[in-house]
């Protein structure tokens, strides 16, 4: 449809959304550990590679280029926090859980960019049923767990 190629931007720009609020969450370390210069040179780093990256993108993929290269901006920055963060305070962001959400989030951008959700909205529908029930399971559990807890008053 007409539509297409903005609908076709939507799963870079919400890849760049995720990558700058991990970037931010990385960035808390540096507050923690008083060395903030460092958010300002991670950002700084992260808007080279945006501007690059788009430059290069837009001549290849077009307005898509761009939305890719904000997403590689952003996760450049992040992952540039994360790696300096790592060394001031030693902590992990990976665990098998969110593996698993980037698998079957990256899953839903590529059934949505090669125009299977717009030939076949049942593969979508499916897909992002099951993908919502692996990422509601685990809260569902932490929610049981926490009705266990005894009140105060009961305690």
Same mark, same amino acid.
Request: aromatic share 10%; net charge positive.
């Given at each position: 449809?007409?539509?297409?190629? =903005?609908?076709? &931007?939507?799963?870079?720009?919400? =890849?760049?959304?995720?990558? #700058?609020?991990?970037?931010?969450?990385?960035? +808390?370390?540096?507050? #923690?550990?008083?060395?903030?210069?460092?958010?300002?040179?991670?950002?700084? %780093? *992260?808007? @080279?590679?945006?501007?690059? $990256?788009?430059? /290069?993108?837009?001549?290849? !993929?077009?307005?898509?280029?761009? $939305?890719?290269? &904000?997403?590689?901006?952003?996760? $450049?920055?992040?992952?540039?926090?994360?790696?300096? *963060?790592?060394?001031?305070?030693?902590?992990?962001? %990976? =665990?098998?859980?969110?593996? /698993?959400? !980037?698998? +079957?989030?990256?899953?839903? +951008? !590529?059934?949505? #960019?090669?125009?299977?959700? $717009?030939?076949?909205?049942?593969?979508? @529908?499916?897909?992002?049923?099951?993908?919502?029930?692996?990422?509601?399971?685990?809260?569902?559990?932490?929610?049981?767990?926490?009705?266990?807890?005894?009140?105060?008053?009961? %305690?």
């Amino acid at each position: 449809t007409e539509y297409f190629e =903005s609908y076709a &931007l939507v799963p870079c720009f919400i =890849s760049y959304g995720i990558a #700058t609020v991990l970037s931010t969450v990385a960035a +808390c370390v540096f507050q #923690t550990a008083q060395k903030t210069k460092y958010i300002a040179i991670t950002s700084l %780093v *992260g808007a @080279a590679v945006t501007a690059l $990256a788009s430059c /290069l993108g837009i001549q290849v !993929l077009g307005c898509q280029g761009v $939305a890719l290269g &904000l997403f590689i901006g952003a996760f $450049a920055m992040f992952l540039g926090r994360y790696l300096i *963060g790592r060394k001031i305070i030693p902590y992990s962001l %990976v =665990s098998a859980k969110s593996v /698993l959400f !980037l698998l +079957c989030y990256f899953g839903s +951008c !590529l059934i949505m #960019t090669t125009g299977v959700a $717009a030939d076949n909205r049942v593969i979508l @529908a499916i897909w992002l049923c099951a993908s919502i029930v692996i990422f509601l399971l685990p809260t569902l559990r932490s929610i049981s767990a926490l009705r266990r807890i005894p009140d105060s008053k009961d %305690v």
